[in-house]
Nanobody
Framework: QVQLVESGGGLVQSGGSLRLSCTAS????????MSWIRQAPGKELEWVSD????????YYADSVKGRFTISRDNVKNTLYLLMNTLEPTDTAVYYC?????????????????RGQGTQVTVSS
């Protein structure tokens, strides 16, 4: 079955950087777009970024555009999120999620399989 394991979260000061990783198994990784989504305390899940299975396209929420970079390694079956210039409003649990198709999108798929999440806390 689909397994997604996130890592790389932590506590960082405002303006700092973190790189999240997500190791995938149980499906043919290169055939599916992948997403990063997040949930801040007391708020709903929020879509953050997508990348197509073949690297052909990337998409970002306006709130992270220019600061975050999504990438993937289809040999290592791993998804990444490089987060620069972090702000306290980026504090959330970050999840990776598997799309149902090769191509990415910009909408939140609440039913997508996702991992257990990794906590990112940005202090001011």
């Amino acid at each position: 079955q689909v397994q997604l394991v996130e890592s790389g979260g932590g506590l960082v000061q405002s303006g700092g950087s973190l790189r999240l990783s997500c190791t995938a198994s149980g499906f043919t990784f290169k055939d599916y777009a992948m997403s990063w989504i997040r949930q801040a305390p007391g708020k709903e899940l929020e879509w953050v970024s997508d990348i197509a299975g073949d690297h052909s396209a990337t998409y970002y929420a306006d709130s992270v555009k220019g600061r975050f970079t999504i990438s993937r390694d289809n040999v290592k079956n791993t998804l990444y999120l490089l987060m620069n210039t972090l702000e306290p409003t980026d504090t959330a649990v970050y999840y990776c999620a598997k799309r149902g198709t090769l191509y990415g999108s910009t909408w939140m798929d609440f039913g997508a399989p996702r991992g257990q999440g990794t906590q990112v806390t940005v202090s001011s």
